[in-house]
């Protein structure tokens, strides 16, 4: 395998093959919603609208911040067990996002590979 770009928890499914992952800030971005029929929500009392809101607003906070913790946990986890894991400064992410541009082609692969991407797994 050339290069992966997933989650921790996609790596951790995948360390022996990709022994070595980067975090870019801002690469991935993952977040928790709730849907709720619009008529339905409509047809509630405004204290119940506005206590339903806030109770979602207070579940999808929490569940961010768990799956944060959860991905610190893994990351910490693979690498005591000999994977490496690096991150690009922040104040870098730009200058890599165009470099690799250049040089990355669809799922992380190297430009020219011979691997198959018809799948269109690629970022922009």
């Not at 980067?22 to 409509?42: C, E, H, N, Q, R």
Request: a negative charge; one cysteine or more; hydrophobic letters at 40%.
């Amino acid at each position: 395998m050339d290069g992966i770009i997933t989650s921790p928890g996609g790596w951790g499914k995948n360390v022996k093959d990709a022994p070595s992952a980067s975090l870019v800030p801002g690469l991935l971005f993952y977040t928790y919603f709730l849907i709720a029929d619009k008529a339905w929500f409509d047809a509630l009392p405004a204290l119940e609208q506005k206590a339903l809101a806030e109770s979602a607003r207070v579940s999808v906070t929490e569940k961010w911040g768990e799956m944060q913790a959860d991905d610190a946990r893994l990351v910490a986890e693979l690498v005591s067990r000999g994977a490496t894991y690096t991150a690009v400064p922040g104040d870098a992410v730009a200058a890599w996002r165009e470099n690799r541009g250049r040089d990355v082609g669809f799922c992380g692969r190297a430009s020219g590979s011979d691997a198959d991407v018809s799948g269109g797994c690629g970022w922009g």
